[in-house]
């Protein structure tokens, strides 16, 4: 069996087990020994009606995504010394004992009904003074999951440096038996798994979503004509177009960073190579490689100048890098049997990929391309599809967890990770999306 067809059975038998909900449930499976704690307070509620219940526990979702980064320890609700709501209530002493160095206050106020005012207050506990404050007018209920993840990304910079990216969206397939059928699914959701919305349903499978770089439309591989094609659609579901048919493989759609470009790989001029496409045009304007190997699975390097690629033309799979301008063409793995499913971090640092030291077990992995230091960040069996998150902090990857299809994100020094999964489903495929534009 050819390593390409081998990959196409790997990816696909996920698909034959059958699943009944898709809604995707976290669990953190390792914490950070010194993640830093913090105090997420809950927000106070004013309604218009008395006894009306809170629209969202907006402190709930902060805490997940904090807890979820790796690098702080959200104070459980019930340890906290004490829930002020006005700068002159907090007792300093207090919070200094339990070495919390930052806490969040907020507050919910129904200004209209099912229409919200959201105010945030981050204060530097050893400074004694607020160091973020601010306001959201007008919102919807179904934005304040929104709103708390912007309060998030605020917290993540302000603490780091580093952009946060919990106000970003995830894209995966999912498999669910609907009337005794099978119904496979392309899904997008907040970055935590929640507002999942269906955006592709088939009874046919759906492979290898990839974001625009401007997160507004996804390009993926369908078999709902019985053989792989592949598609560019809208996320709202608007416009879908067919971009590529052609007899053979069609398969692997990486937009350009600039979205002009798609990277694919194709068969119709015989072995299975990387191909460019102008996506004003829809026609194919270049062949990047020309080799009786299987080449596939193209990254782009954030540049823009060179793509990374999977190939076996060593005679077993190993990741390539080839340069757009000369296109001379490079090997860059060289650890392990199995290098594959490059990932490029954003800011082009780091490729993450499936690795497979001696061929048992399908880890992710991580290359350095400044230092050549590679790092092995999971300990699972079976992961593939590794994505990171916009900001570099995190890889979004699909794995097979006691026989079941699961997603996971893990940080990218591999000390914490996190488990998204479907009750009594499989997920997979996934791809994180870019910044909200």
Do not use: C
Not at 186 to 191: E, P, W
Request: proline letters at 6%; hydrophobic letters at 40%.
């Amino acid at each position: 069996m050819s390593y390409f067809r081998k990959l196409l059975f790997v990816m696909l038998s996920w698909m034959w087990v059958v699943p009944a909900q898709a809604t995707l449930t976290i669990e953190i499976n390792e914490s950070y020994e010194n993640a830093v704690p913090i105090g997420i307070l809950p927000f106070e509620w004013q309604g218009l009606k008395p006894n009306e219940p809170l629209p969202e526990a907006l402190g709930e979702v902060i805490s997940g995504d904090m807890l979820r980064s790796g690098k702080f320890r959200p104070i459980a609700e019930e340890k906290l010394p004490q829930i002020p709501h006005q700068l002159s209530e907090i007792d300093y002493p207090a919070w200094r004992q339990m070495d919390v160095d930052n806490i969040l206050m907020g507050k919910i106020k129904e200004t209209a009904p099912g229409v919200y005012q959201v105010d945030m207050r981050f204060v530097d506990i050893l400074r004694k003074k607020q160091v973020i404050g601010k306001r959201w007018n007008g919102v919807p209920k179904r934005l304040l999951r929104n709103v708390a993840h912007q309060i998030s990304d605020l917290i993540y910079q302000e603490l780091t440096g580093v952009k946060g990216a919990f106000n970003t969206r995830i894209a995966y397939v999912v498999l669910k038996k609907v009337g005794g059928r099978k119904v496979y699914t392309l899904n997008i959701s907040d970055s935590d798994g929640a507002n999942e919305q269906p955006i592709l349903i088939s009874n046919e499978p759906i492979m290898s979503p990839a974001w625009s770089p401007d997160g507004k439309k996804l390009a993926y591989v369908s078999f709902e004509n019985g053989r792989s094609e592949i598609f560019m659609q809208t996320i709202d579901g608007k416009q879908r177009v067919k971009l590529a048919g052609f007899k053979g493989i069609n398969g692997a759609p990486a937009f350009s960073p600039d979205g002009k470009q798609l990277a694919l790989t194709l068969s119709k001029d015989g072995s299975a190579d990387i191909y460019l496409m102008d996506l004003k045009t829809l026609k194919i304007t270049r062949r990047l490689t020309k080799h009786w190997a299987i080449e596939t699975e193209a990254a782009w390097a954030p540049s823009g100048h060179s793509l990374f690629f999977n190939s076996d033309r060593r005679k077993q799979p190993q990741i390539f890098q080839v340069f757009l301008d000369t296109g001379e063409t490079r090997r860059v793995t060289f650890q392990g049997k199995y290098n594959a499913n490059p990932d490029v971090s954003p800011d082009g640092r780091y490729l993450a990929m499936v690795h497979a030291p001696g061929g048992e077990g399908y880890h992710i992995g991580l290359l350095d391309l400044f230092t050549n230091e590679f790092t092995v960040l999971t300990n699972t069996m079976l992961d593939e599809s590794p994505s990171f998150a916009p900001n570099g902090e995190m890889i979004l990857y699909a794995m097979n967890k006691n026989g079941k299809g699961e997603l996971a994100v893990v940080a990218i020094d591999g000390k914490t990770s996190t488990t998204l999964s479907v009750k009594d489903g499989q997920v997979r495929e996934p791809a994180w999306g870019p910044y909200n534009q």
